[in-house]
């Protein structure tokens, strides 16, 4: 069975600070696992995916998430907070099989202060 | 061009039937309906992939049904609403349904139930 947990439902930064929101998943496979985020009154983005070619992946707009297998958790990153991240960040597992079914965690609302 | 989602937003009565539209992305083979309630994370409700049939596994009762014509649009309607069914209703697109493609989402139909 697949599931994601998402530490924290809200997690607020200052600008410039670093920003970290945590993941956590579980596969009776090797999961596909991606990070979406989704800004107000907007369907979701893309933000990377992780393909088992590095552990460390970048994305769009600095952001960057590493897999790590022993402790199967998929965090993401960004050095440095701007006001314009401020959004409601998803991570996602997929099956690892043909199945194109996805797996949503309940999402992390990120606030960044001035 | 993106997915596509019709009407933007919804307004009805309890009790009335609502068809939400889908367009996704030219070529893409994969089709996929969720929906986001307020403070909730996304739920699955049904996979279209090609010509094969439909994960309906996620449909929370027989009022919902969805249909895929010629392999392009879809439409999902509820009959009979209530007024849980109020919520955001996303769908999205992936080329060939494999959980390693990224889905693209549409906007969003923001129903509302009176």
């Known amino acids: 069975a697949q599931s994601v947990t998402q530490l924290g439902s809200h997690v607020s930064v200052s600008e410039g600070a670093l920003v970290l929101l945590r993941c956590n998943y579980s596969?009776?496979?090797?999961?596909?696992l991606f990070w979406y985020v989704q800004y107000p009154n907007q369907g979701l983005q893309l933000l990377l995916k992780?393909?088992?070619?590095?552990?460390l992946v970048k994305g769009i707009n600095g952001f960057e998430a590493e897999f790590k297998k022993s402790e199967t958790s998929f965090h993401l990153t960004k050095p440095s907070a701007h006001m314009s991240d401020a959004a409601e960040y998803f991570c996602v597992v997929g099956r690892g099989s043909t199945l194109g079914r996805l797996y949503f965690g309940r999402g992390t609302q990120l606030t960044v202060w001035p | 061009a993106g997915v596509s989602q019709s009407p933007s937003n919804k307004v009805t009565e309890k009790g009335k039937d609502v068809e939400l539209r889908c367009d996704p992305i030219?070529?893409?083979?994969?089709l996929y309906w969720y929906r986001q309630s307020l403070g909730q994370g996304l739920e699955f409700l049904i996979y279209?992939?090609?010509?094969?049939?439909?994960?309906k596994s996620g449909l929370p009762s027989d009022r919902f049904s969805a249909e895929r014509t010629g392999g392009s649009v879809s439409t999902l309607t509820i009959q009979r609403t209530q007024q849980e069914d109020s919520a955001v209703y996303l769908c999205a697109s992936s080329g060939q349904g494999d959980s390693n493609q990224p889905q693209h989402f549409g906007d969003g139909t923001r129903l509302s139930i009176l």
């Open positions: 030219s070529g893409h083979t994969a």
């Open positions: 279209f992939q090609g010509n094969s049939a439909p994960d």
């Open positions: 596969s009776s496979v090797p999961p596909y």
């Open positions: 992780y393909t088992s070619a590095a552990t």
